[in-house]
């Protein structure tokens, strides 16, 4: 079954997360996406381990779906056919930093005039504007200067990165949105516009109830652990082997939970009648439950808060997901034949359409795979043309 975006092209001048991210979600809705790399170097991904059989495990998680195509855009020749590709194509993505497509030719402004129709996608640390435009940007830097490491952890302990490279995947997403957003009206008017992604605003943008805590009390928010600011019990508990997680988010729930850890009494405490005094006093119901919590053990938790319909979950790690019931019913587990690494496990998409589901392209392309295929079917070269480029290091 044809995909979403069947009959959209994409060309990706990408590397590393948040571009290469945002292709393949791309890819995966359908699109033909064209990986531009470096004649024998590639997007530095393919250096990042662990490796299976000397491909990148890192790499092949996030470039599914995509043809490679190696191109020198160093070279005068390697930017003409650059230029001469974005026109077969609907969609440009890049996360260069800014300036350095247009010493290519390759800029907005230069592919606007040549193809007033496309979509061009500049995904960076900061963006095109602003003082910091031209800093380089590693997720690890987002997630420091977006104020997110300043609210995870724990109390009185320094700040820690989140465990997974939230700062680029965000502005991924953001960036297929700002893409889908510009086609459709690309597809209505002919005309094509740029969308200009900082992962600083992404981050900026989720940091949601930190920033309007701020403003309205003026107190600067600091770690809370597993806890939330507003809402009580909503956190990590001990057990008797492990931990559980409780959400309690309104009073009813709080009522259920105190029955069920065989504490009625708590449920009537003038301290925690309401969710804005449980908050208030939130060391002190902390302190009333944990004993009950440690007195079991994870599983036993779990069956009795479930049955009495209060949200909690076990603490999973990586293997336990994996493993999960529900990520397997949901097919969240993909496994594909890589031509080198062999059988290769990889998250799959978590779209899920009524009428168009999402299939998995191929593997994650080894480097220059579709050099050839790609400009002899789409720009008509002949196989001889692409053998002498090859030779001058063009391609």
């Known amino acids: 079954m044809k995909g979403l975006l069947d009959g959209v092209r994409v060309l990706d001048f990408t590397r590393v997360l948040a571009g290469p991210y945002a292709a393949m979600v791309l890819a995966d809705l359908g699109a033909q996406v064209i990986k531009v790399e470096l004649p024998s170097a590639g997007d530095e991904a393919r250096g990042f381990g662990p490796f299976q059989q000397g491909e990148s495990a890192y790499f092949t998680s996030v470039n599914r779906g995509k043809k490679s195509l190696t191109l020198d855009l160093r070279t005068p020749r390697g930017q003409e056919l650059a230029r001469h590709l974005a026109g077969k194509c609907q969609v440009l993505i890049e996360n260069f930093r800014p300036g350095s497509m247009a010493r290519f030719g390759l800029g907005w402004e230069e592919l606007h005039r040549l193809h007033p129709s496309l979509v061009y996608a500049s995904i ?77 605003d992404c981050q900026v943008a989720l940091l949601e109830n930190a920033l309007a805590r701020y403003f309205v009390t003026g107190e600067v928010p600091s770690p809370l652990g597993s806890r939330h600011p507003a809402i009580t019990p909503f956190q990590f508990f001990e ?109 799959a998409s978590p779209l899920k359409f009524s009428d168009t589901p999402v299939e998995l392209g191929t593997p994650a392309p080894l480097l220059g795979q579709h050099t050839e295929e790609v400009l002899v079917g789409l720009l008509g070269m002949g196989v001889a043309e692409v053998e002498a480029l090859r030779q001058k290091g063009v391609v």
């Open 124 to 200: 960076s640390g900061f963006g095109q504007t602003g003082p910091y435009a031209l800093r380089p940007a590693y997720d690890v830097v987002i997630q420091a200067m977006s104020g997110l490491a300043s609210i995870t952890g724990h109390p009185g302990m320094p700040p820690v990165r989140v465990g997974s490279s939230v700062a680029d995947l965000s502005a991924a997403l953001f960036g297929v949105i700002g893409i889908l957003a510009a086609l459709a009206r690309a597809r209505q008017t002919g005309e094509g516009q740029q969308v200009d992604i900082a992962m600083l």
């Open 239 to 347: 057990t008797a082997s492990g931990h559980v997680v409780v959400a309690a988010g309104n009073d009813p729930l709080w009522k259920k939970l105190c029955q069920a850890l065989g504490l009625p009494g708590l449920a009537g405490d003038p301290r925690f009648a309401t969710n804005a005094l449980r908050t208030r006093h939130h060391d002190q119901l902390e302190a009333a439950l944990a004993p009950a919590l440690k007195k079991q053990d994870t599983a036993h938790w779990l069956r009795v808060l479930e049955e009495a319909g209060v949200p909690c979950g076990p603490i999973n790690d990586i293997a336990q997901v994996a493993a999960d019931p529900q990520v397997q019913a949901r097919g969240m587990i993909s496994r594909q034949q890589h031509p080198r690494a062999g059988e290769v496990v990889v998250p």
